[in-house]
C-alpha cells in the first residue's frame, strides 16, 4: 500500500465489532477497476461486486484458498454452501455433470437472471464451495458485471467489509436473492424463495413445490442458518392490533422508540411512531426490505407488519422471519 492510500484510511469497526482500517477506493465500474478486480481475483483475493438480486463477495471457484476468504470474511459455516456464478451457458459444462431437462426449461425461461439451481458437481469444483455435498448450486446473473442483511448498495458492502474491493453498480434491481431450486429428484423442489416467484416457476414446471428445511445439510443458502438479523432487534406482527399494543406496552414500560416497519397503504395505522414505509406493492417490498433492516433512524427496535404471503411477499416473509427475534 502506497503513502497515498494509507493516508486515506481509517480504522473503524466492522459488522463483528473487530477494528479495522477502511480503504477510500473509487470502484466504479470502468474498463481500469474491471482490470484490478481480474488481478486480484487471480490472485486469490476476494472482490464485491453487484448482480441484479444483492451484492456478494466472489473469488474463483476453482481456487480453494480463496473461496475459504469467503467464509472467514462473512463468518460463514463451514457446512453453508455458496452459490456458483457463471456468466455464459458454455461455463455450465465446466461445474455441473450433467443438466436434467427440467432443468434446461428453466435456464431457458429465466437465465440469466435470479434463479439459482443445483445440480451434480464435477470434481472440479472445491468441496469447501459445496460444503462437501456431491451438488453445487449455479446461477447466471442478468448484470454486466456478475452478515447482517443482504448488501443492496455498495455502500453496504462497506460497511460490512471495509477492506474488500467494492465494483460499485448502483443499487440492485431486485434487492432480494436468487431464487434456488432443485430439479434433479421427480419432483422439483424451491430449496429458497427469491426474486423469481413460485407462481412464476410453476408458469414453466407447474409439479414444483417448497421444501421443507429439514436437511442436516443444507444443498444451498438460506435453508438452516438464522440470517439476515439487523443490528436492533425485530419483531414481526400479523396484525395492526398486536402490532401496536406491543408499541405501546414498550413505550409506557420501557420507554421503547420503536420504528415501524409497513407499506405505504398501512400508514396511517401508525401516525404516532416513526414509520419506515415499505413500498405500494410487494415487488417494492422486496425490493427494499434489506435496506429498511438497516436503516440509520433513532430507535432501539423494528416492529414490522407483516405482507401477504404470495408472490414477491413470501419471500420477504421468510427472511424476515429468519431474522426476527419473535413473530406475534
Not at 471495509?162 to 453498480?169: A, W
Not at 431486485?174 to 424451491?190: A, M, N, Q, Y
Request: glycine share 6%; hydrophobic share 40%.
Amino acid at each position: 500500500m502506497g503513502k497515498k492510500e494509507r493516508k486515506n484510511t481509517k480504522e473503524r469497526k466492522n459488522m463483528r465489532g473487530v477494528k479495522t482500517k477502511r480503504l477510500r477506493i473509487n470502484a466504479q465500474i470502468n474498463t481500469q477497476n474491471i482490470k484490478r478486480a481480474v488481478t486480484l481475483i487471480k490472485n486469490s483475493q476476494i472482490v464485491a461486486f453487484p448482480t441484479e438480486t444483492v451484492y456478494g463477495l466472489g473469488a474463483n471457484t476453482f481456487d480453494a484458498t480463496a473461496v475459504a476468504k469467503i467464509f472467514k470474511a462473512k463468518g460463514r459455516p463451514a457446512d453453508n454452501p455458496l452459490i456458483v456464478h457463471i456468466s455464459n451457458a458454455s461455463m455450465l459444462k465446466l461445474v455441473v455433470k450433467k443438466v436434467p431437462v427440467a432443468a434446461q426449461q428453466l435456464i431457458d425461461e429465466f437465465w440469466p437472471g435470479p434463479l439459482s439451481i443445483v445440480f451434480e458437481k464435477k470434481n472440479t469444483i472445491p468441496s469447501i464451495v459445496t460444503a462437501g455435498l456431491s451438488t453445487v448450486v449455479v446461477r447466471m446473473p442478468n448484470h454486466p458485471v456478475a452478515l447482517r442483511p443482504s448488501a443492496t448498495t455498495a455502500m453496504h458492502v462497506r460497511d460490512d467489509f471495509p477492506n474488500v474491493f467494492v465494483l460499485d453498480g448502483g443499487n440492485a434491481k431486485h434487492g432480494l436473492e436468487s431464487t434456488v431450486i432443485d430439479v434433479r429428484g421427480r419432483v422439483p423442489k424451491v430449496l429458497r424463495l427469491g426474486a423469481i416467484t413460485l407462481e412464476q416457476l410453476r408458469r414453466v414446471v407447474p409439479a414444483v413445490i417448497v421444501a421443507k428445511h429439514t436437511a442436516k445439510k443444507p444443498a444451498s443458502p438460506g435453508m438452516k442458518y438464522r440470517h439476515y438479523a439487523p443490528s436492533r432487534p425485530l419483531y414481526v406482527f400479523k396484525t395492526k392490533k398486536e402490532l401496536l399494543r406491543y408499541a405501546k406496552q414498550g413505550k409506557e414500560k420501557r420507554g421503547s422508540t420503536p420504528i415501524i416497519l409497513c407499506m405505504n397503504n398501512d400508514q396511517k395505522y401508525f401516525s404516532q411512531y416513526t414509520v419506515l414505509l415499505l413500498g405500494r406493492t410487494l415487488d417494492d417490498v422486496a425490493h427494499n426490505i434489506f435496506s429498511a433492516l438497516r436503516t440509520k433512524q433513532k430507535g432501539d427496535c423494528l416492529l414490522m407488519l407483516a405482507v401477504p404471503k404470495k408472490g414477491k411477499g413470501s419471500a420477504v416473509m421468510d427472511r424476515v422471519e429468519r431474522a426476527a427475534m419473535r413473530i406475534r
